[in-house]
């Protein structure tokens, strides 16, 4: 048996948060995404704000990835 490495955990997903990436996916929508590095998870920055293609949703292990345009 091979060790896959850390074991990550899984962030919640919002059931509407996904169903709007998706939409916007599936309809070749640009959507608008806030976002926030990992470093700042312990931080009161506020989080930066972009305008995004999305091009495909890709799960690896247990985590799902939103591959986008800027």
């Known amino acids: ?3 896959s490495g850390f074991a990550l955990i899984r962030p919640q997903l ?3 948060v996904f169903e709007k990436v998706t ?3 599936f309809h070749e929508q640009l959507l ?3 976002y ?3 470093y700042w998870c ?3 920055k506020k989080p930066g704000a972009k305008t ?3 091009l495909a949703m890709v799960e690896s292990g247990r985590l ?3 591959v986008a345009a800027i």
Do not use: C, I, T, W
């Open 1 to 3: 048996m091979v060790d």
């Open 52 to 54: 995004v293609m999305p």
């Open 42 to 44: 312990n931080s009161d």
């Open 14 to 16: 919002q059931p509407e």
């Open 32 to 34: 608008r995404v806030k």
């Open 36 to 38: 926030r590095p990992g």
């Open 23 to 25: 939409h916007a996916l």
């Open 64 to 66: 799902f990835y939103m």
